[in-house]
């Protein structure tokens, strides 16, 4: 359905005549939200995703099928996503499920405006709207190049660079608060929006990052990769999976949670990675 630009600025003001209030501020680089308008659309988001809730809850049965909204790191899409992907597209063939990455933060508002209909994040998230679950864990390892000698004292990350996703990521967030325990300052700070990306420049020697330790033996097969563990405080973080409380939980739904749990730690059978041998430093 079309509309003339014009008709809409009429019915706006006349809705904003029915309100008693502004809903949108206008100025010569163009038009944007009020308070108001903020508030309102919050609300018309809530009654969209109600209406197609309302329709979902209508022809749910037993049987997983319809929309399903998943959000990821990108991390757990690169290596834990893909088995638990393949393995509920085998046995639920009619949902029809969509994949959106992004950083922790990101998921969570995406997921709180009902734009995802749940998501993989990593701890701490404390939110009263949210449900949330522990899938499993990850093993955080500082990553260097191979060409990079063993960083076996904190200092010699004084004058590296730091590869991190950007602000938002549980991940950088956990690297950032470890060098200021240890008082560094890292030379320079990089930020980039895919794990490739990060993989690819600590290949090269440009610098280091924190990440899971299943994506970086993945990655050793490919890249030239020096790991070192670092303290426990900072080493183990659990991988969230969260969905809005006020939300029905379809079939579709809980499936792909119960195959989520199943799968999510088994891509080393037989291997417990919180209770491997110690490789490096790990008092780092």
């Given at each position: 359905?079309?509309y ?5 600025s009429?019915?706006?003001q006349q ?5 008693k209030?502004?809903?949108?501020h206008?100025?010569?680089h163009g038009i ?6 903020e508030i ?5 988001e809530?009654?969209?995703f ?6 979902r809850v209508?022809a749910?049965n037993t049987?997983?099928?319809g929309?399903?909204?998943i959000?990821?790191l ?10 638990i ?11 029809d499920l969509t ?7 990101e ?8 734009e995802?209909d749940?998501?993989?994040v990593a701890?701490?998230?404390e939110?009263?709207?949210?449900e949330?679950?522990?899938i499993?864990?990850e093993?955080?390892?500082?990553v260097s ?30 690297l950032?608060?470890?060098l ?6 890292p ?5 980039f929006?895919?794990l490739?990306g ?5 290949h090269?020697g440009?610098?280091?990052s924190l990440?899971p330790?299943?994506?970086v033996?993945?990655?050793m097969v ?6 070192q563990?670092i303290?426990?405080k900072?080493?183990?973080?659990p991988?969230l ?5 006020d939300?029905?939980r379809t079939?579709a739904?809980s499936?792909f949670?119960?195959v989520?749990?199943?799968?999510f730690s088994l ?6 990675p919180?209770k ?8 780092l």
């Amino acid at each position: 359905m079309e509309y003339v630009q014009s008709s809409i600025s009429i019915r706006i003001q006349q809705f904003e005549s029915e309100l008693k209030t502004v809903l949108f501020h206008r100025g010569r680089h163009g038009i944007r939200l009020s308070t108001s308008g903020e508030i309102l659309k919050s609300y018309a988001e809530k009654i969209v995703f109600l209406t197609h809730e309302a329709e979902r809850v209508v022809a749910d049965n037993t049987i997983p099928r319809g929309p399903l909204r998943i959000g990821s790191l990108e991390t757990t899409a690169a290596i834990r996503l893909p088995s638990i992907l393949t393995d509920y597209h085998k046995s639920y063939p009619e949902v029809d499920l969509t994949l959106k990455t992004g950083t922790t933060e990101e998921l969570i508002n995406l997921v709180m405006k009902y734009e995802l209909d749940g998501a993989f994040v990593a701890a701490p998230v404390e939110h009263a709207e949210l449900e949330i679950i522990e899938i499993g864990v990850e093993e955080l390892m500082l990553v260097s190049g191979g060409q990079f000698s063993p960083i076996d004292r904190p200092e010699k990350l004084q004058n590296l660079t730091i590869l991190v996703f950007r602000v938002g990521c549980s991940y950088r967030r956990k690297l950032e608060e470890w060098l200021q325990l240890k008082g560094i300052i890292p030379a320079k700070i990089m930020e980039f929006g895919t794990l490739e990306g990060i993989l690819g420049c600590i290949h090269a020697g440009l610098g280091v990052s924190l990440l899971p330790r299943s994506v970086v033996e993945r990655a050793m097969v490919q890249y030239h990769l020096r790991s070192q563990e670092i303290s426990d405080k900072f080493r183990i973080t659990p991988t969230l999976f969260i969905r809005r409380k006020d939300t029905y939980r379809t079939a579709a739904m809980s499936e792909f949670i119960q195959v989520s749990n199943q799968r999510f730690s088994l891509i080393e059978p037989g291997i417990d990675p919180i209770k491997r041998k110690s490789r490096d430093l790990r008092d780092l």
